[in-house]
């Protein structure tokens, strides 16, 4: 016997909510009750027997069967958009959507984007940040700025850099530092997800005490933050710490690097259609990072 497939709203309530982890965000979105929403949700809990979120006090919680269930979800609703959007009346101009991480978003693309509309001032540009790497996974972009190691990324991916790991501080902190074993004893800020750390810094300066994080984020635009706030020494991207140390705002406590084991890479996915906007990006993109100094 055939399986009967739950009805669309149902997955649509279930994709939402999984994105917004929250009722009421899903329900603005889709334009219905928080309480149509979470029936919708029931019922599709109830049809395939399994629990989709963790209902809590201050929001939700998606289960391991929802993270299981929502890529292949998503994945079907961008489709069916996709499809759609053959139909659907096209702007004067090109569009072109892009994922990248928000702290490279925040960090290094945003203060350069100026330049790429000035350029291409018919170009619209769509951007969307990203946490963690199988984001991308249910990303609808046409090209994607991927944090991580090369074996993480698909055939084809471009590596737009070769980073080093600092340790950056507010100037006030560093005048406190004399020695490179000094750092240990100021509170250390570490980034969750990446494959450095700071024992992997004191190891590469061969410091003789063992470093310890007193604060850890999850993304390195926070460890700036962080640092800028006087919380703390930050491990960072010299990439992304470079206009920060610029203009003083962060100062290096330490002349010591250590080479980045992650990296960022350009991957695309964009329909034919959007070629000549994504191909336009892409040779600015390279264009900025070729004259960037070091």
């Known amino acids: 016997m055939k399986y009967s497939v739950p009805p669309l709203t149902w997955f649509r309530a279930f994709e939402s909510a999984a994105r917004h982890l929250s009722f009421t965000n899903a329900a603005a979105e889709l334009n219905l009750t928080q309480s149509a929403v979470s029936q919708h949700v029931r019922a599709l809990e109830g049809r395939l027997g399994v629990v989709l979120f963790e209902r809590k006090a201050r929001g939700l919680a998606i289960t391991e069967a ?13 489709d ?3 499809a759609c959007e ?5 702007p004067a101009g090109q569009t072109l959507d892009i994922a990248c991480t928000m702290s490279f978003a925040l960090l290094w693309l945003t203060p350069r984007l100026s330049s790429f509309h000035a350029g291409h001032p018919s170009v619209h540009l769509g951007v969307s940040s990203t ?10 972009s046409d090209l994607q700025i991927r944090y991580g190691t090369g074996y993480q990324m698909p055939a084809g991916a471009i590596q737009l850099f070769s980073d080093v790991l600092v340790p950056v501080c507010i100037p006030a902190m ?8 000094d750092l240990w004893s100021l509170p250390l800020i570490g980034t969750v997800g990446s494959s450095e750390g700071w ?22 635009a926070l460890a700036l933050a962080f640092a800028k706030a006087g919380s703390g020494v930050a491990l960072v991207s010299r990439t992304l710490s470079i206009g920060s140390i610029r203009d003083g705002s962060l100062v290096m406590p330490v002349a010591a690097t250590v080479p980045a084991k992650n990296s960022y890479f350009l991957t695309h996915s964009f ?10 990006f892409s040779a600015w993109l390279m264009d900025e990072i070729a004259c960037t100094p070091d």
Not at 66 to 78: C, E, N, T, Y
Not at 131 to 140: R, V
Not at 199 to 214: L, M, R
Not at 271 to 280: G, I, P
């Open 66 to 78: 929802g993270r299981r269930l929502q890529p292949s979800v998503s994945g079907a609703i961008g």
């Open 80 to 82: 069916l958009a996709r």
């Open 86 to 90: 053959m139909f659907a009346p096209q």
């Open 131 to 140: 946490l963690w790497p199988d984001e991308y996974h249910n990303a609808t």
């Open 174 to 181: 560093a005048e406190r530092i004399r020695h490179r074993d």
């Open 199 to 220: 024992n992997d810094w004191a190891g590469h300066v061969k410091a003789t005490t063992p470093p310890i994080a007193s604060h850890s984020v999850d993304s390195m």
């Open 271 to 280: 329909r034919e259609d959007r070629r000549k906007s994504a191909e336009s």
